[in-house]
């Protein structure tokens, strides 16, 4: 767990949710970034089996995001943060979706960046290549550089979403549940996911929806439009908090 940012702000801590080979270190100095642009507490944490965390007590299933999603409560309790915004980045995101449909009264917002709410096929065609880099590129080592046990972090994510019963995992049901304020951020050169899946969720969410669509932009707006990001950030804050 890592912190940055005014311990005494008053505004709402923003909590940082990491995609699927993500880590508090692969956030790099966007925490610090963000923090300075909203004067909000900005917290972030490594899944079990992601950076320097301990290994899961179990091998990670197709349900793995609704189970982290059951996890962050006890996270954010003992980090005594009552009503966070999350922002999630693809896995992180959905696992931000999850929590808020099944503690509604508990996020002041959500920011999601390239979130999945169903399978496309781009994204399981795109993990498999990735699979294949793993095995016979440098990508192993460049991804061990931020995780003490890379085989798990990266078996872990990839054998999930290439499991064929993952097909078929799909988040729309719980869209109307969702009562606070989102915005969606989602690059057009994303490999991972289209802009469906931010139509989907603006048109199924029950509050208020906020939407940045953004060009020569790839799977990591953060990183690829980061001034573009971190103004809609602001702004968004500016606005809801």
Known sequence: MAWWGDADSERPTIVCLHEGLGSVAMWKDVPAAIAERTRCRVMAYSRFGHGA????????????????????PAI????????????????????????AATHPARPHALILEAPHVFV???????????????????????????????DLAFYGWSDVWLHPDFVAWNL???????????????????AYGTFRQLDA?????????????LADCGHSPHRDQREAVLDAVAGFIDRWT
């Open 201 to 213: 969720i603006a048109q199924q969410v029950a509050g208020p929806t906020a939407r940045l669509d």
């Open 76 to 99: 954010l309790d003992a980090a005594g943060i009552e009503r966070p915004v999350l922002l999630g980045h693809s896995d992180g995101a959905s696992i931000a979706l999850i929590f």
């Open 120 to 150: 496309e096929d781009m994204s399981v065609a795109t993990i498999k290549r990735r699979a294949a880099e793993y095995e016979t590129t440098d990508l192993r080592r460049r991804l061990a550089k931020y995780h003490r046990n890379v």
């Open 172 to 190: 729309e049901a719980l869209l109307p549940r969702i009562v606070c304020p989102v915005l969606l951020i989602q690059g057009a050169d994303d």
């Open 53 to 72: 965390s301990d290994p899961p007590a179990a091998a990670p299933t197709v349900e793995f995001m609704h189970n982290e999603a059951r996890l962050l």
